[in-house]
């Protein structure tokens, strides 16, 4: 049994009371693990030392350049040391080995770049309108974030709060998900050896309630960057009341994978099958809403409940496994509460639809689902699993009409030779990321993020550097002359 603790203040520490809670490790349904309960008392010991080395430690001292020597060096062990977390990370969520160590090695490139903003953060000289005055700008940074991620892809999605973050100037206090906390303690382990001073990065584990609660709503912390569901996103809005902590939102989605009759079929498909059954569908992103032109429906869903039925699903550490287990018993629930709705309202399973036989009971078969109207509850509702819900189309506009049919707006995907329309639709999708002809790129330059309840504010790329400062002015008088009275004597 791998008995974790936390990480604050450049200390590894149990919880103050003593609470730990079980990690399973989805492939086995066998508990591997003990993570500690944080009390509210070790997340305002973590918040007050992020605060400390914000303004008064040795990180408050260091130049920018300093600070991506730090944030490059931490790239450099993430990807030297990408085996080891992707085996952690892969133990304690189900993912597949072969892409979380793929992605730990790749996540060290957001860091590189991160590292080289950190010193390209600028101001700027005002034109005023007054004389002898001049007036410039600079960029500080914010102070304590809190940054809260899910269990899902979290080395990535916590890269691109802490890196900002950090080249920025700020400090983090990191809440990692209750469900599969392990691969951010083991992440924990590099922060001192990339000479990032105590305090900096602090990692906390526990539930909503108090350790969420808690950090959200604390008066130290000056902004709030969030990945999860809007449920705990209203909770995260409301904690904030009692900070005016600034906030950023990534929430999720239903995605639209729009396939047009003129497509490259070959391609669509294997996009179509990537964009849903990768990483058991539990991805942010997924292309969980396929719609399809009528005229190429039948062979687009043939081929794709070929490759479905043909996906070798097991031990999520072999090489040969195409697919491994959801990561909680709650998705899986979830999942045939919501099949079994989609049937009585109509809709035709086409492939897959039950659990699969595996090491547990937390292995869901790819399914397919064939959705005769738009208003099925399966098409707009996030299931964080294997399930792709099927509507069709017949023009571009009814196409267009039916992805924004929707209260989601992170993703989409068009499959179409048409650059014109490519151009159309992904300008007239409301979503805050279209891939045309690809679905599931990422890149440390490219922002992404949300619209309507798949949340505000934008993650990676450049400008999120920017986001984690807020500018002051300075305005100086240079003039040689006294400055006059501002009031006349009578």
């Known amino acids: 049994m791998k008995r974790y603790k936390m990480l604050i203040d450049g200390e590894w520490v149990a919880a103050s009371d003593g ?29 007050r030392a992020a605060h400390h080395a914000c303004y008064e430690g040795p990180w408050a001292k260091m130049s920018a350049t300093e600070r991506g020597h730090c944030l490059r060096r931490l790239g450099d062990l993430l990807a030297e040391r990408s085996e080891h977390l992707g085996e952690v990370e892969t133990r304690d969520t ?5 892409e979380t160590r793929w992605q730990a090695k790749y996540i060290s490139e957001f ?21 002898d005055m001049f007036v410039f700008t600079n960029r500080k940074p914010l102070g304590v974030i809190a940054a809260v991620v899910p269990w899902n892809s979290q080395l990535f999605l916590s890269a691109v709060k802490i890196g900002p973050a950090l080249a920025a100037g700020n400090t983090v206090v990191l809440k990692a998900s209750e ?9 924990g382990a590099l922060i001192a050896e ?32 969030f990945t999860g569901g809007p449920a705990s996103a ?7 009341r009692e900070n005016f902590a600034e906030i950023s939102l990534e929430l999720g989605g239903k995605s639209p994978f729009i396939i047009f009759d003129d497509a490259d079929i ?6 179509a099958v990537g964009g849903i059954f990768g990483a058991s569908g539990q991805s942010c992103v997924a292309g969980s809403r396929l719609l399809v032109h009528e005229d190429v429906a039948d062979e687009v869903l043939a081929r794709m409940a070929a490759i479905a039925e043909a996906v070798r699903i097991g031990d999520p550490m072999a090489e040969e496994t195409d697919m491994g287990p959801l990561c909680t018993h709650g998705q899986l629930e979830n999942i045939e509460r919501e099949l079994a709705r989609a049937v009585e309202e109509g809709g035709r399973i086409i492939c897959g639809g039950k659990r699969a036989e595996a090491g547990s009971d937390m292995y869901f078969r790819p399914t397919i689902v064939d959705c005769p109207r738009p208003d099925l509850h399966i098409v707009d509702t996030e299931l964080f699993g294997p399930v792709l819900s099927v509507l069709r189309f017949r023009t571009e506009e009814e196409a267009l009409a039916l992805a924004n049919d929707t209260v989601h707006g992170l993703a989409a995907g068009i499959f179409t030779r048409d650059s014109a329309r490519a151009l159309r639709m992904s300008r007239a999708v409301r979503a805050g990321i279209v891939w045309v002809n690809t679905y599931r790129a990422v890149s440390p330059i490219a922002e992404f993020g949300g619209m309507k309840t798949s949340g505000y504010g934008r993650e990676s790329g450049f400008q999120a550097v920017y986001d984690y400062t807020r500018p002051k002015t ?17």
């Open 474 to 490: 300075i305005w100086m008088n240079t003039s040689s002359e006294p400055l006059g009275s501002q009031f006349v004597s009578r």
């Open 194 to 225: 990339a000479g990032i001073p105590d305090g900096v990065v602090n990692i906390v584990t526990g539930h909503g309630d108090p350790c969420g609660k808690v950090l959200t709503s604390h008066p130290l912390v000056a902004r709030v960057s």
């Open 266 to 271: 070959e391609s669509a498909v294997n996009g």
């Open 94 to 98: 189900g993912k597949m080995f072969k």
């Open 111 to 131: 860091y590189h770049f991160y590292a080289g903003a950190a010193d390209k953060i600028h101001g700027e000289t005002l034109p005023i309108d007054k004389p």
């Open 19 to 47: 609470g730990i809670f079980p990690s399973l490790n989805p492939a086995t349904g066998e508990t591997w693990a003990e993570i500690p309960e944080a009390s509210a008392g070790d997340v305002d010991r973590a918040v």
């Open 179 to 187: 469900h599969a906390s392990a691969a951010m303690l083991e992440f």
């Open 234 to 240: 209203r909770h995260v809005i409301g904690n904030t």
